[in-house]
Every structure is written in C-alpha cells, then in structure tokens.
C-alpha cells in the first residue's frame, strides 16, 4: 500500500522505533530480546 520494503526481521526494532522516543541500540536489544550486534545491524539495513 505505502510501497515500503519492511522485511519481517526488522518489525520488533521498527515498532520500537516509532513509537518511543530516541532509544539506544542497547535499550532496543534489552527490549525486544536481540543482541546488540543484530539491532546495529538491523538499524543499519533499514537506513
């Protein structure tokens, strides 16, 4: 509908993203249960 390429892996950290404030890296791992190196990576891919 809105024409996004979100794929499946990335919804925990979009959904963290936008709907809080300016989070860490560290904070969105301890939230949804990823590493820190997979949210960095995760983050980095959506850019």
Do not use: C, Q
């Not at 993203?17 to 301890?30: C, G, L, P, R, Y």
């Amino acid at each position: 509908m809105y024409n996004v390429n979100l794929k499946p892996k990335w919804f925990s950290v979009f959904y963290m993203v936008s709907h809080n404030d300016k989070k860490s890296i560290t904070e969105i791992a301890n939230e949804t249960g990823h590493s820190h190196p997979s949210v960095s990576k995760i983050v980095s891919e959506m850019d």
